[in-house]
């Protein structure tokens, strides 16, 4: 059973544009959110992240967005470079759990 | 660098064959955590640790074992590898994913293990 989904494998956008990257969950005691993007032969690294009190977190070009009644997360990411392309993963965890599930990811190709 | 080391970075194994992949930390993080990543599926947690002497199963623990003797070290072992096993291993580390401005896991960068 998959909690956290992110339905879309691939994504191509092209340099200078928003590239959107959308995640969906099921569980709602899910309480905090984060997105990771990972390079080939990398671990992931952390990106952004946001609490379920809020529905917006900025930092720089990237912006998550939360939805909580939709139970929807999505990264914003304005003006896309080509140094963003890589697999971006959103993740959640519940109050008091250190442990955080994944989605599937996302791979974000940026067009010169 | 400071960091999540892991090593090896790649090996391959023959089916019954056992192993240990070794995830380090210089960070005095109390959590670790060892994750697998397969195509289409994610990132999925397979054993983690909330601190020394302790171990917990994670969503996909079958096969696997893992100790946690020293609050640096979180060891994972496959006793009889499979075929099934074949995937990319990534540790993790954190002081809580719930503390101040938060960046969540501090991750190495993976040992590709092949079994055939």
């Known amino acids: 059973d998959q909690q956290v989904k992110q339905n879309s494998p691939s994504l191509s956008v092209q340099e200078g544009r928003i590239s959107i990257l959308n995640c969906d969950y099921t569980?709602?005691?899910?309480?905090?959110f984060l997105w990771y993007k990972k390079y080939p032969a990398e671990g992931p690294t952390f990106l952004i992240s946001?609490?379920?009190?809020?529905d917006k977190n900025e930092d720089g070009r990237f912006t998550v967005f939360l939805n909580k009644s939709a139970k929807h997360l999505s990264l914003h990411i304005v003006p896309s470079q080509p140094g963003d392309s890589a697999v971006y993963f959103c993740?959640?965890?519940?109050?008091?759990?250190?442990?955080?599930?994944f989605g599937t990811g996302t791979r974000l190709t940026i067009i010169p | 660098n400071a960091g999540v080391t892991q090593t090896p970075k790649f090996r391959v194994l023959k089916t019954g064959q056992s192993m240990t992949l070794l995830c380090a930390q210089d960070?005095?993080?109390?959590?670790m955590y060892w994750y697998r990543q397969d195509p289409g599926m994610g990132l999925r947690l397979i054993h983690y640790s909330v601190g020394e002497g302790t171990t917990a199963k994670g969503e996909v623990p079958d096969g696997y074992n893992v100790s946690r003797l020293k609050k640096q070290n979180f060891l994972l072992g496959l006793e009889s590898a499979a075929p099934s096993q074949t995937s990319v291993y990534f540790c993790?580390?954190?002081?809580?994913?719930?503390?101040?401005?938060?960046?969540?896991?501090?991750f190495g960068s993976g040992t590709r293990l092949t079994v055939v």
């Open positions: 993740a959640a965890s519940e109050i008091g759990n250190e442990k955080l599930t």
């Open positions: 960070m005095n993080h109390e959590y």
């Open positions: 569980n709602s005691m899910f309480d905090y």
């Open positions: 946001i609490s379920s009190i809020k």
């Open positions: 993790a580390s954190s002081y809580s994913v719930w503390t101040g401005s938060n960046y969540g896991y501090t």
